[in-house]
């Protein structure tokens, strides 16, 4: 059962790893939410390279890496349904750092 945990924990990663590569500025209008509402004129006052480089692809590598290495240790000390209800706790604080992190945002 742990195997199953770990091949699960590494196939979420590849979407984590798939935002980080494929959202680039020309595309982010259509992928990133708040960027895609934003009117015409904010979106040239915001700097996307910026934010693209110094947070989101950053974020959601480290997102990739996290998701299986966070399974290592809840695996080897808990049982199986102890170790699934963990470790979807861990998983969503990788996504409030993130959140602070695009509203702390300045370049």
């Given at each position: 059962m742990a195997t199953t945990l770990l091949l699960s924990a590494r196939l979420l990663s590849l979407p984590y790893l798939a935002v980080a590569f494929v959202i680039t500025p020309t595309n982010a209008?259509?992928?990133?939410?708040?960027?895609?509402?934003?009117?015409?004129?904010?979106?040239?006052?915001?700097?996307?390279?910026?934010?693209?480089?110094?947070?989101?692809?950053?974020?959601?590598?480290?997102?990739?890496?996290?998701?299986?290495?966070?399974?290592?240790a809840p695996t080897t000390l808990l049982e199986t349904e102890d170790t699934m209800v963990v470790w979807s706790i861990i998983q969503s604080r990788p996504f409030i750092w993130f959140v602070w992190r695009s509203y702390a945002f300045q370049c």
């Open positions: 209008r259509y992928f990133l939410a708040g960027y895609n509402a934003m009117s015409e004129e904010k979106r040239r006052a915001f700097d996307i390279d910026c934010y693209l480089r110094g947070v989101c692809r950053p974020c959601f590598k480290k997102l990739a890496l996290f998701s299986p290495l966070s399974l290592l």
